[in-house]
Each structure stands twice: as structure tokens, then as C-alpha cells.
């Protein structure tokens, strides 16, 4: 039996176990200057029935996008995910598993991955997709990184990696974050004033290890200019391409058009928009960067009874094998989340997809239609081909124009300021499969009205 100490309380007994006299001592390497001083201002003890009301109260404060009308993605769109995608990702063989790592995980979870793994290769025309990342950004990164593991010895612009100048800010920042540890400079790929790529510039980056651009981009943009990106940027140069996956219903397959590497966000397949997350990163490659890719791939085999058997096949993260040796820092995976995904893909099929893709266009050519009769107001790209966003330049600033809509019921869309500080009146306006065409109607007539007072203003 473990001796206790005397007349002690717990807190007072592991201080003297650990050779402290207070709390204080405890803390002595802090600043005082930073330290907080007097009480937390926590209110008294409740009662479960107290503490229930208070969160039923905080959590009334939210605001789902399916509870009003929404004009915003930018990144994270809400499409409908059939109501047979949660009823399975709840069993209990789903959603207790969380994250498996190891290989001996039970074959119906290996299968599963195995088939999202097929579904996004098919989907995406590449051979080889693993079992997904954080969420598109990450993947974005690690796509940099693995290209610079493979071209880094034949490339002649050692450690250099091209990124579409109209990426996202965020999304830029994870790719600094990711390539300055390993000494990869990160350039930008400029851009044509229509918003398309600048395939004179392009050949800035011919030799280096890899090149980011994204379909559509970031401002809505099916760019065309794209599919003629490698054979200027060459063999030896990874062409990445970052898509939102819905879109492939329509929209060739990157692999299809010289893509190395295709990326993005998972989040429109199976994922509602639950408060910015979870997510989940697809990541799919060529043979060449299979050795060198992050993550985790399944593999089926046929075992020593002659019947099909799944098991992990290539595993380069640091949980399994030697750390020096590891191509990623992951330390877990959104496998729940790419299930899901997995499962829209399965039910929708490909007919399904095409379908759910021609939605998401119709509407945006429908909103697109309907705001250009707006005199007032102008649509930069509006000769452009867009999926299911596009920009509008206004007669004031976004941020206004945003305010306003929020006080009428509407979340107006993206004040695309936040990520180009010299376009104040861009505001970006998405739609979805779940956009009415009376909501395309309403924002028509609230961006007539304040559109108007803006100019006169």
C-alpha cells in the first residue's frame, strides 16, 4: 500500500513530491510581467441543469448556413449529402475507429479505405491516391515538398517551387510554413488581368521542382490555360493541381491533362459545414512520387487461403517507421471524414456526380445572369467560364455591402479584401446544389437596392 502523506491535499501532496513549497514555485520561470495576477473571473460553481441552460444558450448564438440564405464558400461549400452517408458513418464498426494505424486493423475498415482510395483515383485520373490528409491545405504543402523529394537532383532551379499568385492567403502561409523548414523557396506564378494563368511567365518556371495552380482557381476561374501547363513546365517539373472535387463531375480530370500530383479539399463530398471543420485533404499522384508521397495507402492482396485480403501497404509516416526515414510529420488522419466521402461518392456514382456538378453550374450561371442585370454593379470575369462561383465588383466596399445583406437575412458571399487588399469591392458569391432560385432573387433585389445608395452616395 502507498504511504500518504498526512494531512495533506492533493495539490499540497504532488507540490512536495516534486521538492515545491506553492503553486508559485511552480511557475517561476515565467516573467512575472506576462503572469496573470488575482482571481480567474469564473463565476461560482452550477448545477448540471445550470450549466446545460448556459450551453443551449452559447450554442444558440450560432448561426447553421443551411438556416439562412448563403452566398459564402470561398473554399467550403454546402451541397446535400444524402441522409444514408450519416446513418452509416455512425455505426459503431465507423465511427469508434477513428484513426487506425496499425496494419492489422479489421478488414471491413481496410476495405473501406481501399475503396475511397479507388473512388478519388478514378475520380481525380491518377493511379495511386492515399487515405487522405488534415484538410486541402495541408495537402496542398506536402504536395510541394514530395515534388522537391523527386525533381530536387535533376531540377534546375534547386529547391524552388512555383504557387499561383491567386491562392489563397491561408493557404499560401501553410505552404510557408511547410517548405521553409525544408529551405524551398516558394515563387509565384503570375497571372493575366481575364484572371487566367500567364503561360509567357509560365516558362519562368520550366526546371523548377514543382508548380501550384488551381481548377477552377480561387476566384471561380475554369481556366483552359491550365491543361497546356506541362508541356511548358516540362518532365521534370511536377504540374499540381488543386480541385474542388465536385466540380469533376463536369470538369476534365487533372491526371487526364498531365497533372503529377492533384490535390484539395474533400469537404464538398460527404462533409457538411460543421463550424469550419472537420475536414479532409485528398492527395492523389503518378507512380513516380508513389515512395516519396505522405500518408498512408491501402493496399488488397489475396492471402494464404486464396481469398482477398486488405492490409496497409505503404505507411511513410513516423508512426511507422524510423523518424529520420518519414516523408510527413502527420501525426493522425481524417479517416472518419474520407469515409464519408467515400460513401457520397458510392451513392451518387458517376451519373450522380455529373448531376450534382450540372447543379452546382446551373445555379451559378443562373446567378451570374441575374446580378449582370444589375447596372449598378459589374462582374469583372464575366466572359470567363465559371463552376459554381464568380466575383463581383461593387460600387463601395464589400465589408459594406456585407453588412447590410447580414442585417436583411443574408450571408452575402466572400469580401475577397481579406485576400487581396487592393480589391476592396470584390465581393465573391457562391452557389451551391442547395441555392434556390428564389435566393438568387432576393440578393439580386438587396444588391439592386444597395448598389444604387452607393453610387448616389
Known amino acids: 500500500m502507498v504511504d500518504q502523506l498526512p494531512n495533506l491535499g492533493r495539490e499540497e ?6 521538492g515545491l513549497s506553492d503553486i508559485d514555485d511552480l511557475f517561476s520561470d515565467i516573467p512575472a510581467q506576462v503572469r496573470m495576477q488575482g482571481e480567474l473571473p469564473l463565476r461560482d460553481p452550477q448545477s448540471e441543469e445550470e450549466i446545460i441552460a448556459d450551453a443551449n444558450r452559447l450554442l444558440g448564438n450560432n448561426v447553421a448556413l443551411g438556416d439562412r440564405v448563403s452566398f459564402l464558400g470561398a473554399g467550403l461549400y454546402r451541397n446535400y449529402v444524402p441522409a444514408a452517408v450519416f446513418a452509416m458513418i455512425t455505426r459503431g464498426e465507423f465511427l469508434t475507429a477513428y484513426t487506425p494505424y496499425q496494419p492489422e486493423v479489421s478488414q471491413g475498415m481496410l476495405q473501406a479505405m481501399w475503396e475511397f482510395q479507388s473512388l478519388l483515383s478514378e475520380l481525380l485520373g491518377l493511379p495511386i491516391a492515399n487515405l487522405s490528409l488534415y484538410d486541402g491545405s495541408s495537402a496542398s504543402a506536402e504536395a510541394l ?9 535533376k531540377a534546375t532551379q534547386k529547391n524552388i517551387v512555383y504557387v499561383s499568385q491567386l491562392t489563397s492567403p491561408d493557404k499560401i502561409s501553410v505552404m510557408q510554413n ?58 521534370n517539373t511536377a504540374l499540381i493541381v488543386g480541385v474542388q472535387p465536385v466540380s469533376l463531375g463536369v470538369v476534365e480530370a487533372p491526371g487526364n491533362y498531365g497533372a503529377d500530383m492533384v490535390v484539395g479539399e474533400g469537404q464538398p463530398l460527404g462533409s457538411p459545414i460543421t463550424g469550419g471543420g472537420p475536414l479532409y485533404g485528398i492527395f492523389a499522384c503518378s507512380k513516380p512520387y508513389l515512395r516519396l508521397m505522405p500518408g498512408r495507402i491501402v493496399g488488397r492482396s489475396i492471402d494464404v487461403d486464396g481469398k482477398v485480403a486488405y492490409c ?16 510527413s510529420n502527420i501525426c493522425t488522419n481524417e479517416t472518419l471524414i474520407a469515409l464519408m466521402g467515400a460513401m457520397h461518392m458510392a451513392l451518387l456514382g458517376p451519373e450522380g456526380l455529373n448531376q450534382l456538378a450540372v447543379r452546382n453550374m446551373t445555379a451559378c450561371l443562373l446567378a451570374k445572369q441575374k446580378l449582370s442585370e444589375i447596372q449598378t454593379i459589374a462582374i469583372p470575369h464575366a466572359h470567363g467560364n465559371h463552376f459554381n462561383e464568380f466575383v463581383v465588383e461593387l ?28 480589391r476592396s469591392n470584390w465581393l465573391l458569391i457562391t452557389v451551391t446544389d442547395q441555392t434556390k432560385a428564389e435566393e438568387i432573387e432576393l440578393l439580386a433585389a438587396h444588391l439592386a437596392l444597395w448598389s444604387s445608395k452607393a453610387v448616389k452616395a
Not at 501532496?13 to 516534486?18: D, G
Not at 515538398?145 to 537532383?153: K, Q
Not at 482557381?217 to 491550365?226: A, F, H, K, T
Request: net charge negative; aromatic share 6%; charged share 20%.
Open 178 to 235: 511547410y517548405c521553409q523548414g525544408g529551405g524551398i523557396e516558394v515563387r509565384m506564378l503570375k497571372h493575366n488581368q481575364d484572371g487566367t494563368i500567364d503561360l509567357e511567365s509560365a516558362i519562368e518556371a520550366a526546371g523548377c521542382c514543382g508548380v501550384y495552380v488551381e481548377q477552377p482557381n480561387p476566384i471561380g476561374l475554369l481556366d483552359g490555360g491550365i491543361t497546356r501547363l506541362k508541356e511548358i513546365i516540362g518532365e
Open 145 to 153: 515538398t514530395c515534388a522537391v523529394r523527386v525533381h530536387n537532383r
Open 395 to 422: 460600387p463601395g466596399k464589400a465589408i459594406d455591402c456585407l453588412n447590410y445583406l447580414d442585417g436583411n437575412g443574408i450571408v452575402g458571399g466572400f469580401n475577397l479584401n481579406a485576400w487581396y487588399p487592393n
Open 312 to 327: 496497409l501497404t505503404l505507411s511513410t509516416r513516423e508512426q511507422h517507421i524510423r523518424r529520420h526515414r518519414a516523408t
Open 13 to 18: 501532496e504532488m507540490l512536495s513530491e516534486m
